[in-house]
């Protein structure tokens, strides 16, 4: 009998054992893809086969591939020369007649470990001690398994390192290994992954393997999400020259980024190809034309594009209902939507978390909080669980209108449900609470977050100094601005101009101007609101004359002055007893259109 041995086996190239009874003789016929043996009669042994890669090696790789092909580790009857066997027990290598016996199988034992170990180093994440091992692995003479090299390759492309990803590309291809068309795929989605598209069309274009339709897809989304639509185009004309035809998530792409770039109509003309060519649309792709008509704000026409779908050969799911659900609220058509809603719902459409969002943040907006607890209490009969987006409308809605208590109860009920709140639930109720001028719960609150697992942003830090400030508690708020600090998050200019304005309503106008210089140091410039904040502090303190310099720095600056920064000056200087010279600038700024007649009206009553 003749046993066929193949030498492509599975990719991650383990071993295969096989029990075989052969005919007398033994010999190794090797082509393109497979070896041939024919052993001694009713002899037991064990093949051991080793996949050293896909496709034909190189030339110089040839011979040691033939050597460590076939390997029988097994318990042997010996031969006699009439062909029967004899007793004795012993360990027999079935290899071809060239080479030392034991040094061969030295080294296919030894490759095969050292793919092994590259494995576990891949798997374990230690990436720069598995280059490493690549490296000394092809400098040894051994080749590389494909599937643990394009784990590497992917590992580097994950933490940024695409240059690191290339070189082990490099050196598998010159090891004799040969790359297949995932380990180049990984590379070309690293690459567009980290925004380096010339360089991911480097690599289509020196490819060792022909690119397959996802190795055009990942390309053509990269350009196609940086604007290149026309670029796009060229890469898919290169795709058909080279007989690899487009996909339905090609003709997506590419319809997606037409509606954004040019409008629905030509987008159309694309699906019109996408059809003659025996491609055939799917739910996403008529998702992405809906979307862009909605956009057009044609929201007619996508309710009839909605209800042609099943025409088309396609029924409308979940995302194509909430695109024109969005759309419908954010135009106002409440009365449709809640019809959209129902006809979902006889249709067996089931509604998802995102549905019921959008209706709620809808009536949220309206101020109908009633009505927006209703759709909420309902989720869960629909098989919905609410989530952080869910309860945010309803916490600010409550905020908006002033009722705290009901903002709070609501956390607390969103608690109790296993709804964790994000840091926009508690950015929504920190501003609420210090605009309230409840302050001291906001830092509460804000002192607690950090155990609750939720960080603060520095818009969280932003609105607290803010509440503290206003309320006179400026000192509260620098120290908080250095537990910032310390947390690694850097104050900007609103941070600072909260501060300043404080410190210049406490009249400590000279711990303002300290900060205001702070701010220069640090290379933050300062706004309006700055450069006011420091002028009214002076001129509360009687100083208008260095009111009047900050004023001139401002402009030299480039910041223009706005309209309360020349009221702040005029009621400075009337504050020094000059009411008469103050009336007339103020007036002479009135006629210049400075300064508008309401606030001269305004400004005077003060004087």
Not at 235 to 240: G, T
Request: charged share 25%; net charge positive.
């Amino acid at each position: 009998m003749d046993l066929f041995v193949p030498t492509s086996q599975t990719h991650e190239g383990f071993c295969s054992f096989h029990r075989a009874v052969s005919s007398i003789g033994a010999r190794v016929c090797s082509d393109s893809s497979s070896v041939n043996l024919f052993l001694g009669h009713k002899t037991g042994f064990l093949v051991l086969s080793v996949d050293y890669g896909r496709g034909l090696r190189k030339e110089k790789r040839f011979r040691k591939e033939i050597r460590n092909c076939v390997c029988s580790v097994s318990k042997v009857e010996s031969f006699s020369s009439n062909g029967r066997s004899s007793n004795s027990e012993k360990t027999q290598l079935v290899l071809p007649s060239f080479g030392s016996q034991q040094e061969n199988s030295s080294q296919s034992f030894e490759e095969f470990e050292s793919n092994n170990h590259l494995r576990r180093l891949v798997r374990n994440g230690e990436l720069e001690e598995g280059f490493k091992h690549l490296v000394s692995m092809v400098y040894r003479g051994d080749i590389p398994d494909i599937i643990p090299c394009t784990s590497l390759i992917r590992g580097f492309c994950r933490t940024g390192k695409t240059k690191k990803a290339t070189r082990v590309m490099e050196i598998l291809e010159e090891s004799g290994a040969v790359p297949d068309v995932i380990t180049y795929n990984v590379l070309i989605s690293g690459y567009c992954k980290s925004g380096e598209i010339e360089e991911a069309l480097n690599v289509l274009d020196r490819m060792s393997v022909a690119p397959d339709v996802v190795t055009y897809n990942t390309i053509l989304r990269s350009l196609c999400d940086s604007g290149k639509l026309k670029q796009a185009m060229e890469v898919l004309d290169r795709q058909m020259q080279r007989e690899c035809y487009p996909d339905v998530i090609t003709y997506t792409i590419l319809i997606e980024a037409t509606c954004k770039e040019s409008g629905v109509g030509k987008a159309m003309k694309l699906l019109d190809e996408m059809r003659n060519k025996g491609c055939k649309p799917d739910v996403v792709t008529y998702n992405v034309l809906i979307n862009g008509i909605c956009k057009e704000g044609r929201l007619n026409e996508a309710i009839k594009f909605l209800n042609s779908m099943p025409s088309y050969g396609c029924q409308p799911n979940v995302i194509t209902h909430n695109i024109i659900l969005r759309s419908m609220c954010s135009t106002g058509r409440w009365m449709d939507a809640e019809k959209l809603l129902t006809e979902m719902l006889r249709k067996g459409c089931s509604p998802s978390v995102v549905t019921f969002n959008i209706l709620i943040n809808f009536l949220c907006r309206k101020g109908l909080l009633g009505r927006a607890i209703d759709m909420l209490e309902k989720m869960p009969k629909h098989g919905c669980t609410p989530n952080s987006l869910s309860y945010n409308p309803l916490l600010h809605g409550f905020c908006k209108e002033k009722k705290m208590e009901r903002a709070i109860e609501y956390l607390e009920i969103m608690v109790s449900r296993g709804c964790y709140p994000d840091i926009v639930t508690y950015n929504t109720l920190l501003t609420a609470l210090c605009r309230d001028g409840k302050v001291d719960i906001a830092v509460e609150i804000l002192n607690q977050l950090g155990k609750k697992g939720c960080s603060p942003v520095l818009i969280t830090y932003n609105a607290v100094i803010d509440g503290l400030s206003k309320v006179g508690k400026t000192e509260r708020a620098i120290k908080l601005l250095g537990e910032m600090r310390e947390k690694g998050l850097q104050p900007d200019i609103i941070t600072y101009s909260t501060l300043v304005g404080g410190l210049s309503r406490e009249g400590k106008v000279e711990d303002a101007i300290e900060f205001f210089y702070d701010l220069k140091k640090l290379g933050v410039k300062p706004n309006a609101i700055t450069y006011n904040a420091i002028m009214l502090g002076l001129c509360k303190a009687r100083e208008t004359a260095r009111a009047i310099d900050f004023l001139a720095d401002m402009v030299s600056k480039g910041c223009k002055p706005t309209e309360a920064t020349y009221t702040i000056l005029v009621e400075g200087i009337a504050y020094q007893g000059l009411a008469k010279e103050a009336l007339w600038l103020l007036n002479e700024l009135c006629s210049r259109g400075v300064v508008k007649k309401s606030s001269v009206d305004q400004v005077v009553v003060k004087m």
